[in-house]
């Protein structure tokens, strides 16, 4: 995972369609249950980076307009349970309300929105790959890198 990648993918789209307004429609991590990763990587901490990188990229002339987490409950896909993506959980399997559940990454969403972004002094809190899946000639020619 990560999300620096859709910087790249803003940048790719907004140098093949100049001038057209950019609306990232589905963006999220998996996890295996509510919230964490083997990798110790949160929903919440992936969310704010990558509204850190959303905000780079509109700061950097980038015409982004939207973006819409996927997804507000867990989705199942691909006939699995796992991964889960959802702000909140749902367990389908032993749960016939289908109570839903927050993840870490609902308060981290609320403030988000409530301050209509990150604040300025945001890192993200992984550093950014040298060269990124989503658009590999250009974050391999000219990486993006944090403050």
Same mark, same amino acid.
Not at 109 to 132: F, K, V
């Given at each position: 995972? /990560?999300?620096?990648?859709?910087?790249?993918?803003?940048? /790719?789209?907004?140098?093949?369609?100049?001038?057209?307004?950019?609306?990232?429609?589905?963006?999220? !991590?998996?996890?295996? +249950?509510?919230?964490?990763?083997?990798?110790?990587?949160?929903?919440?901490? /992936?969310?704010?980076?990558?509204?850190?990188?959303?905000?780079?990229?509109?700061?950097?002339?980038?015409?982004? !307009?939207?973006?819409?987490?996927?997804?507000?409950?867990?989705?199942?896909?691909?006939?699995?349970?796992?991964?889960?993506?959802?702000?909140? &959980?749902?367990? $389908?399997?032993?749960?016939?309300?289908?109570?839903?559940?927050?993840?870490? $990454?609902?308060?981290?969403?609320?403030? !988000? !929105?409530?301050?209509?972004?990150?604040?300025? +002094?945001?890192?993200?809190?992984?550093?950014?790959?040298?060269?990124?899946?989503?658009?590999?000639? $250009?974050?391999?020619? &000219?990486?993006?890198?944090?403050?």
């Amino acid at each position: 995972v /990560h999300p620096e990648g859709i910087y790249f993918a803003l940048q /790719h789209y907004s140098q093949l369609f100049p001038n057209k307004p950019l609306w990232i429609v589905e963006n999220g !991590i998996p996890t295996n +249950n509510a919230t964490l990763r083997p990798d110790g990587y949160t929903r919440s901490a /992936h969310l704010r980076d990558t509204v850190y990188w959303l905000q780079r990229a509109k700061s950097d002339g980038m015409n982004v !307009i939207g973006y819409n987490y996927w997804s507000l409950t867990d989705n199942y896909e691909w006939s699995s349970y796992t991964p889960r993506f959802g702000l909140y &959980t749902v367990n $389908a399997l032993t749960d016939p309300t289908l109570t839903r559940t927050p993840t870490d $990454a609902v308060p981290t969403y609320q403030e !988000i !929105i409530a301050a209509n972004g990150l604040p300025p +002094n945001y890192l993200p809190s992984r550093a950014p790959t040298d060269c990124d899946l989503v658009d590999p000639p $250009a974050s391999c020619a &000219t990486p993006v890198t944090a403050p």
